[in-house]
């Protein structure tokens, strides 16, 4: 009886100690989102809910410009936009190419393909 009641408290303890851990730190996401074109973008126009339009750009934004003159390609080029839903226009010529409405969660990247 000993030996169960001895095992017992053992088993306690140990679960008391482990079972209650505390993680220091906040786990706090990116609050900003974006919102990346793919596909054929030559001459391609968008507006996002209805704002400003602008012209796509598919390529690679720019950095680190060296000594000979050159430039560096470091990422794709990336639209930011608030966490949400959005109403997303692109146009070539006079023909709508592209008339979506998408979710983007907090610090999340949508691709957006343009046929």
Not at 62 to 76: L, S
Not at 95 to 112: D, F, H, M, Q, Y
């Amino acid at each position: 009886m000993k030996k169960i009641n001895t095992t017992f408290l053992s088993l306690l303890v140990l679960v008391l100690l482990f079972g209650c851990v505390y993680k220091e730190g906040i786990i706090q996401p990116d609050q900003k989102s974006y919102i990346w074109f793919s596909g054929i973008t030559d001459g391609s126009i968008a507006t996002i809910d209805g704002g400003e339009p602008f012209k796509v750009e598919i390529g690679y934004y720019y950095n680190d410009q060296t000594d000979t003159g050159k430039v560096d390609k470091k990422g794709k080029t990336l639209y930011q936009v608030k966490p949400g839903r959005h109403e997303i226009i692109v146009k070539r010529g006079n023909e709508i190419r592209v008339n979506r409405v998408v979710l983007i969660s907090s610090g999340a990247t949508k691709e957006i393909n343009i046929p």
